[in-house]
């Protein structure tokens, strides 16, 4: 079983649509929990962080479940410029990162 | 804002060449890594370094060597190219201070083809 798993999509939303990705983790001493955005043939980019109390960046939100061993990542009002690939990043040591194999979002016009 | 600047964007090897790919930060981040991208694969960490002189195996060391002589410098070495080392090389620095990890910030890729 892989460390992180996400469901790979694609998805396929019409603009204006509400997406929300999963993604489990199997370490539970995992301490820190992020969201990368890439786009096609480039470098992953930091989308957000991801708190116990859950936060939000404008139509961006992301939860983190420790119980359950899931982070969350939905966003609301899509944009054709969402398109991407998104990444689910766990921390179980200090500054070494576990990157899952990401979730392809297509939004359509 | 971080920068992390790759020397090249694309490079072209021959089989069994030794090959060097520099990665520079510009924001004094003690980690810095370096990780290719396969696809189906997702990113596999190769190397990471949390000080100067300092290097830590990933999950898929082998073939590959670091250099960390300064700081802001971090080197990955393939020390005899394969075909089967074609593929997206990316570095990355971190801060990580007091307990709280900042996220990456990656360099734009090499992307390294050995024929």
């Known amino acids: 079983r892989k460390e992180v798993e996400q469901d790979p999509g694609p998805f396929n939303v019409p603009e204006g649509a509400t997406v929300a990705f999963n993604c489990t983790y199997s370490n539970s001493a995992s301490q820190s929990f992020f969201w990368y955005r890439q786009d096609c043939r480039k470098e992953p980019k930091l989308l957000m962080s991801v708190y116990s109390s859950g936060n939000e960046d404008g139509r961006f939100t992301a939860q983190l479940n420790r119980a359950s061993q899931y982070i969350s990542l939905l966003i609301r009002d899509s944009k054709l410029s969402d398109s991407a690939t998104y990444l689910c990043?766990?921390?179980?040591?200090?500054?070494?990162?576990?990157f899952g194999d990401g979730t392809t979002l297509t939004v359509k016009p | 804002d971080v920068k992390v600047t790759q020397s090249s964007r694309y490079l072209v090897k021959r089989t069994g060449e030794k090959v060097f790919l520099e990665c520079v930060q510009d924001?004094?981040?003690?980690?810095m890594f370096w990780y290719r991208q396969d696809p189906g694969l997702g990113l596999r960490l190769i190397y990471f370094s949390y000080d100067v002189k300092m290097k830590e195996k990933g999950d898929i060391p082998e073939g590959y060597s670091v250099s960390r002589e300064k700081k802001e410098r971090f080197s990955l070495i393939l020390e005899s190219a394969s075909t089967n080392q074609t593929s997206m090389y990316l570095c990355?620095?971190?801060?990580?201070?007091?307990?709280?990890?900042?996220?990456?910030?990656f360099g734009s890729g090499t992307r390294l083809t050995v024929v």
């Open positions: 924001m004094d981040h003690e980690n």
């Open positions: 990355a620095s971190s801060l990580y201070d007091r307990g709280v990890n900042y996220g990456y910030t």
């Open positions: 990043v766990v921390n179980s040591n200090a500054g070494k990162s576990t």
